[in-house]
């Protein structure tokens, strides 16, 4: 579902553009990860945030071109380096962040597309349409259906292609592998934020067993 959220978000919700300059707003999530690969593979500029300096080499290894610190000067250094903007804002952290972050890294006609929560707000009570630039474009991305993707089952057969070949290598989305009773060791582990990618509890064979039934 990670790779799926991620393609939606950035080329169906936000049309993003082969050879577009695109901002992974919380890059070291599961849906981040699978943003940067993605892009990358159409052509795009990725520019990836984390709040940990321990996770920037992680997010270099994914492929983004520039991966950057999310603190105070954020904006700036990304105007620094396109200071016309960009073209996407794939934002995960939250939309509490679109007045002060996002929006102000969108070139004109680009596109913020909200899809992830990682600050816990939901909702902005505050909100008014006039928050949006002229000329930007705001859209958010929450779930799948069968009409949402033209040729979800080519594309689906395209990543499968690329996984299997070694192009979207597992040691880049595939963060950590956990047993099933080691479950709780998986929450502490996701909730301590040191997970870069996607998290995965494994079920044995006799830990869904129905002999005990």
Not at 62 to 67: E, L, R, S, V
Request: net charge negative.
């Amino acid at each position: 579902m990670s790779m799926w959220t991620a393609y939606a978000s950035l080329f169906e919700s936000a049309e993003t553009k082969p050879g577009a300059v695109v901002v992974v707003h919380g890059g070291t999530s599961s849906v981040g990860i699978w943003a940067i690969l993605l892009a990358k593979d159409r052509g795009c500029t990725v520019i990836a945030t984390t709040r940990q300096p321990g996770k920037l080499d992680r997010l270099r290894a994914a492929g983004a071109d520039h991966a950057l610190l999310d603190d105070e000067s954020l904006v700036s250094k990304v105007r620094s380096l396109y200071p016309k903007g960009v073209n996407t804002v794939f934002e995960l952290v939250g939309p509490d962040k679109l007045e002060k972050v996002a929006f102000p890294m969108l070139a004109r006609h680009g596109a913020c597309v909200v899809s992830g929560i990682l600050t816990k707000v939901w909702a902005l009570h505050d909100f008014t349409p006039a928050m949006i630039p002229p000329t930007r474009k705001l859209c958010f991305f929450t779930c799948l259906t069968g009409e949402d993707i033209e040729g979800a089952e080519e594309v689906l057969q395209d990543v499968i292609n690329k996984v299997e070949s070694g192009v979207f290598k597992k040691e880049v989305y595939l963060d950590k592998v956990f047993k099933l009773e080691d479950i709780g060791k998986a929450h502490e582990y996701m909730e301590e934020n040191k997970a870069v990618g996607k998290v995965v509890v494994t079920i044995d064979q006799q830990d869904h067993s129905t002999d005990k039934l």
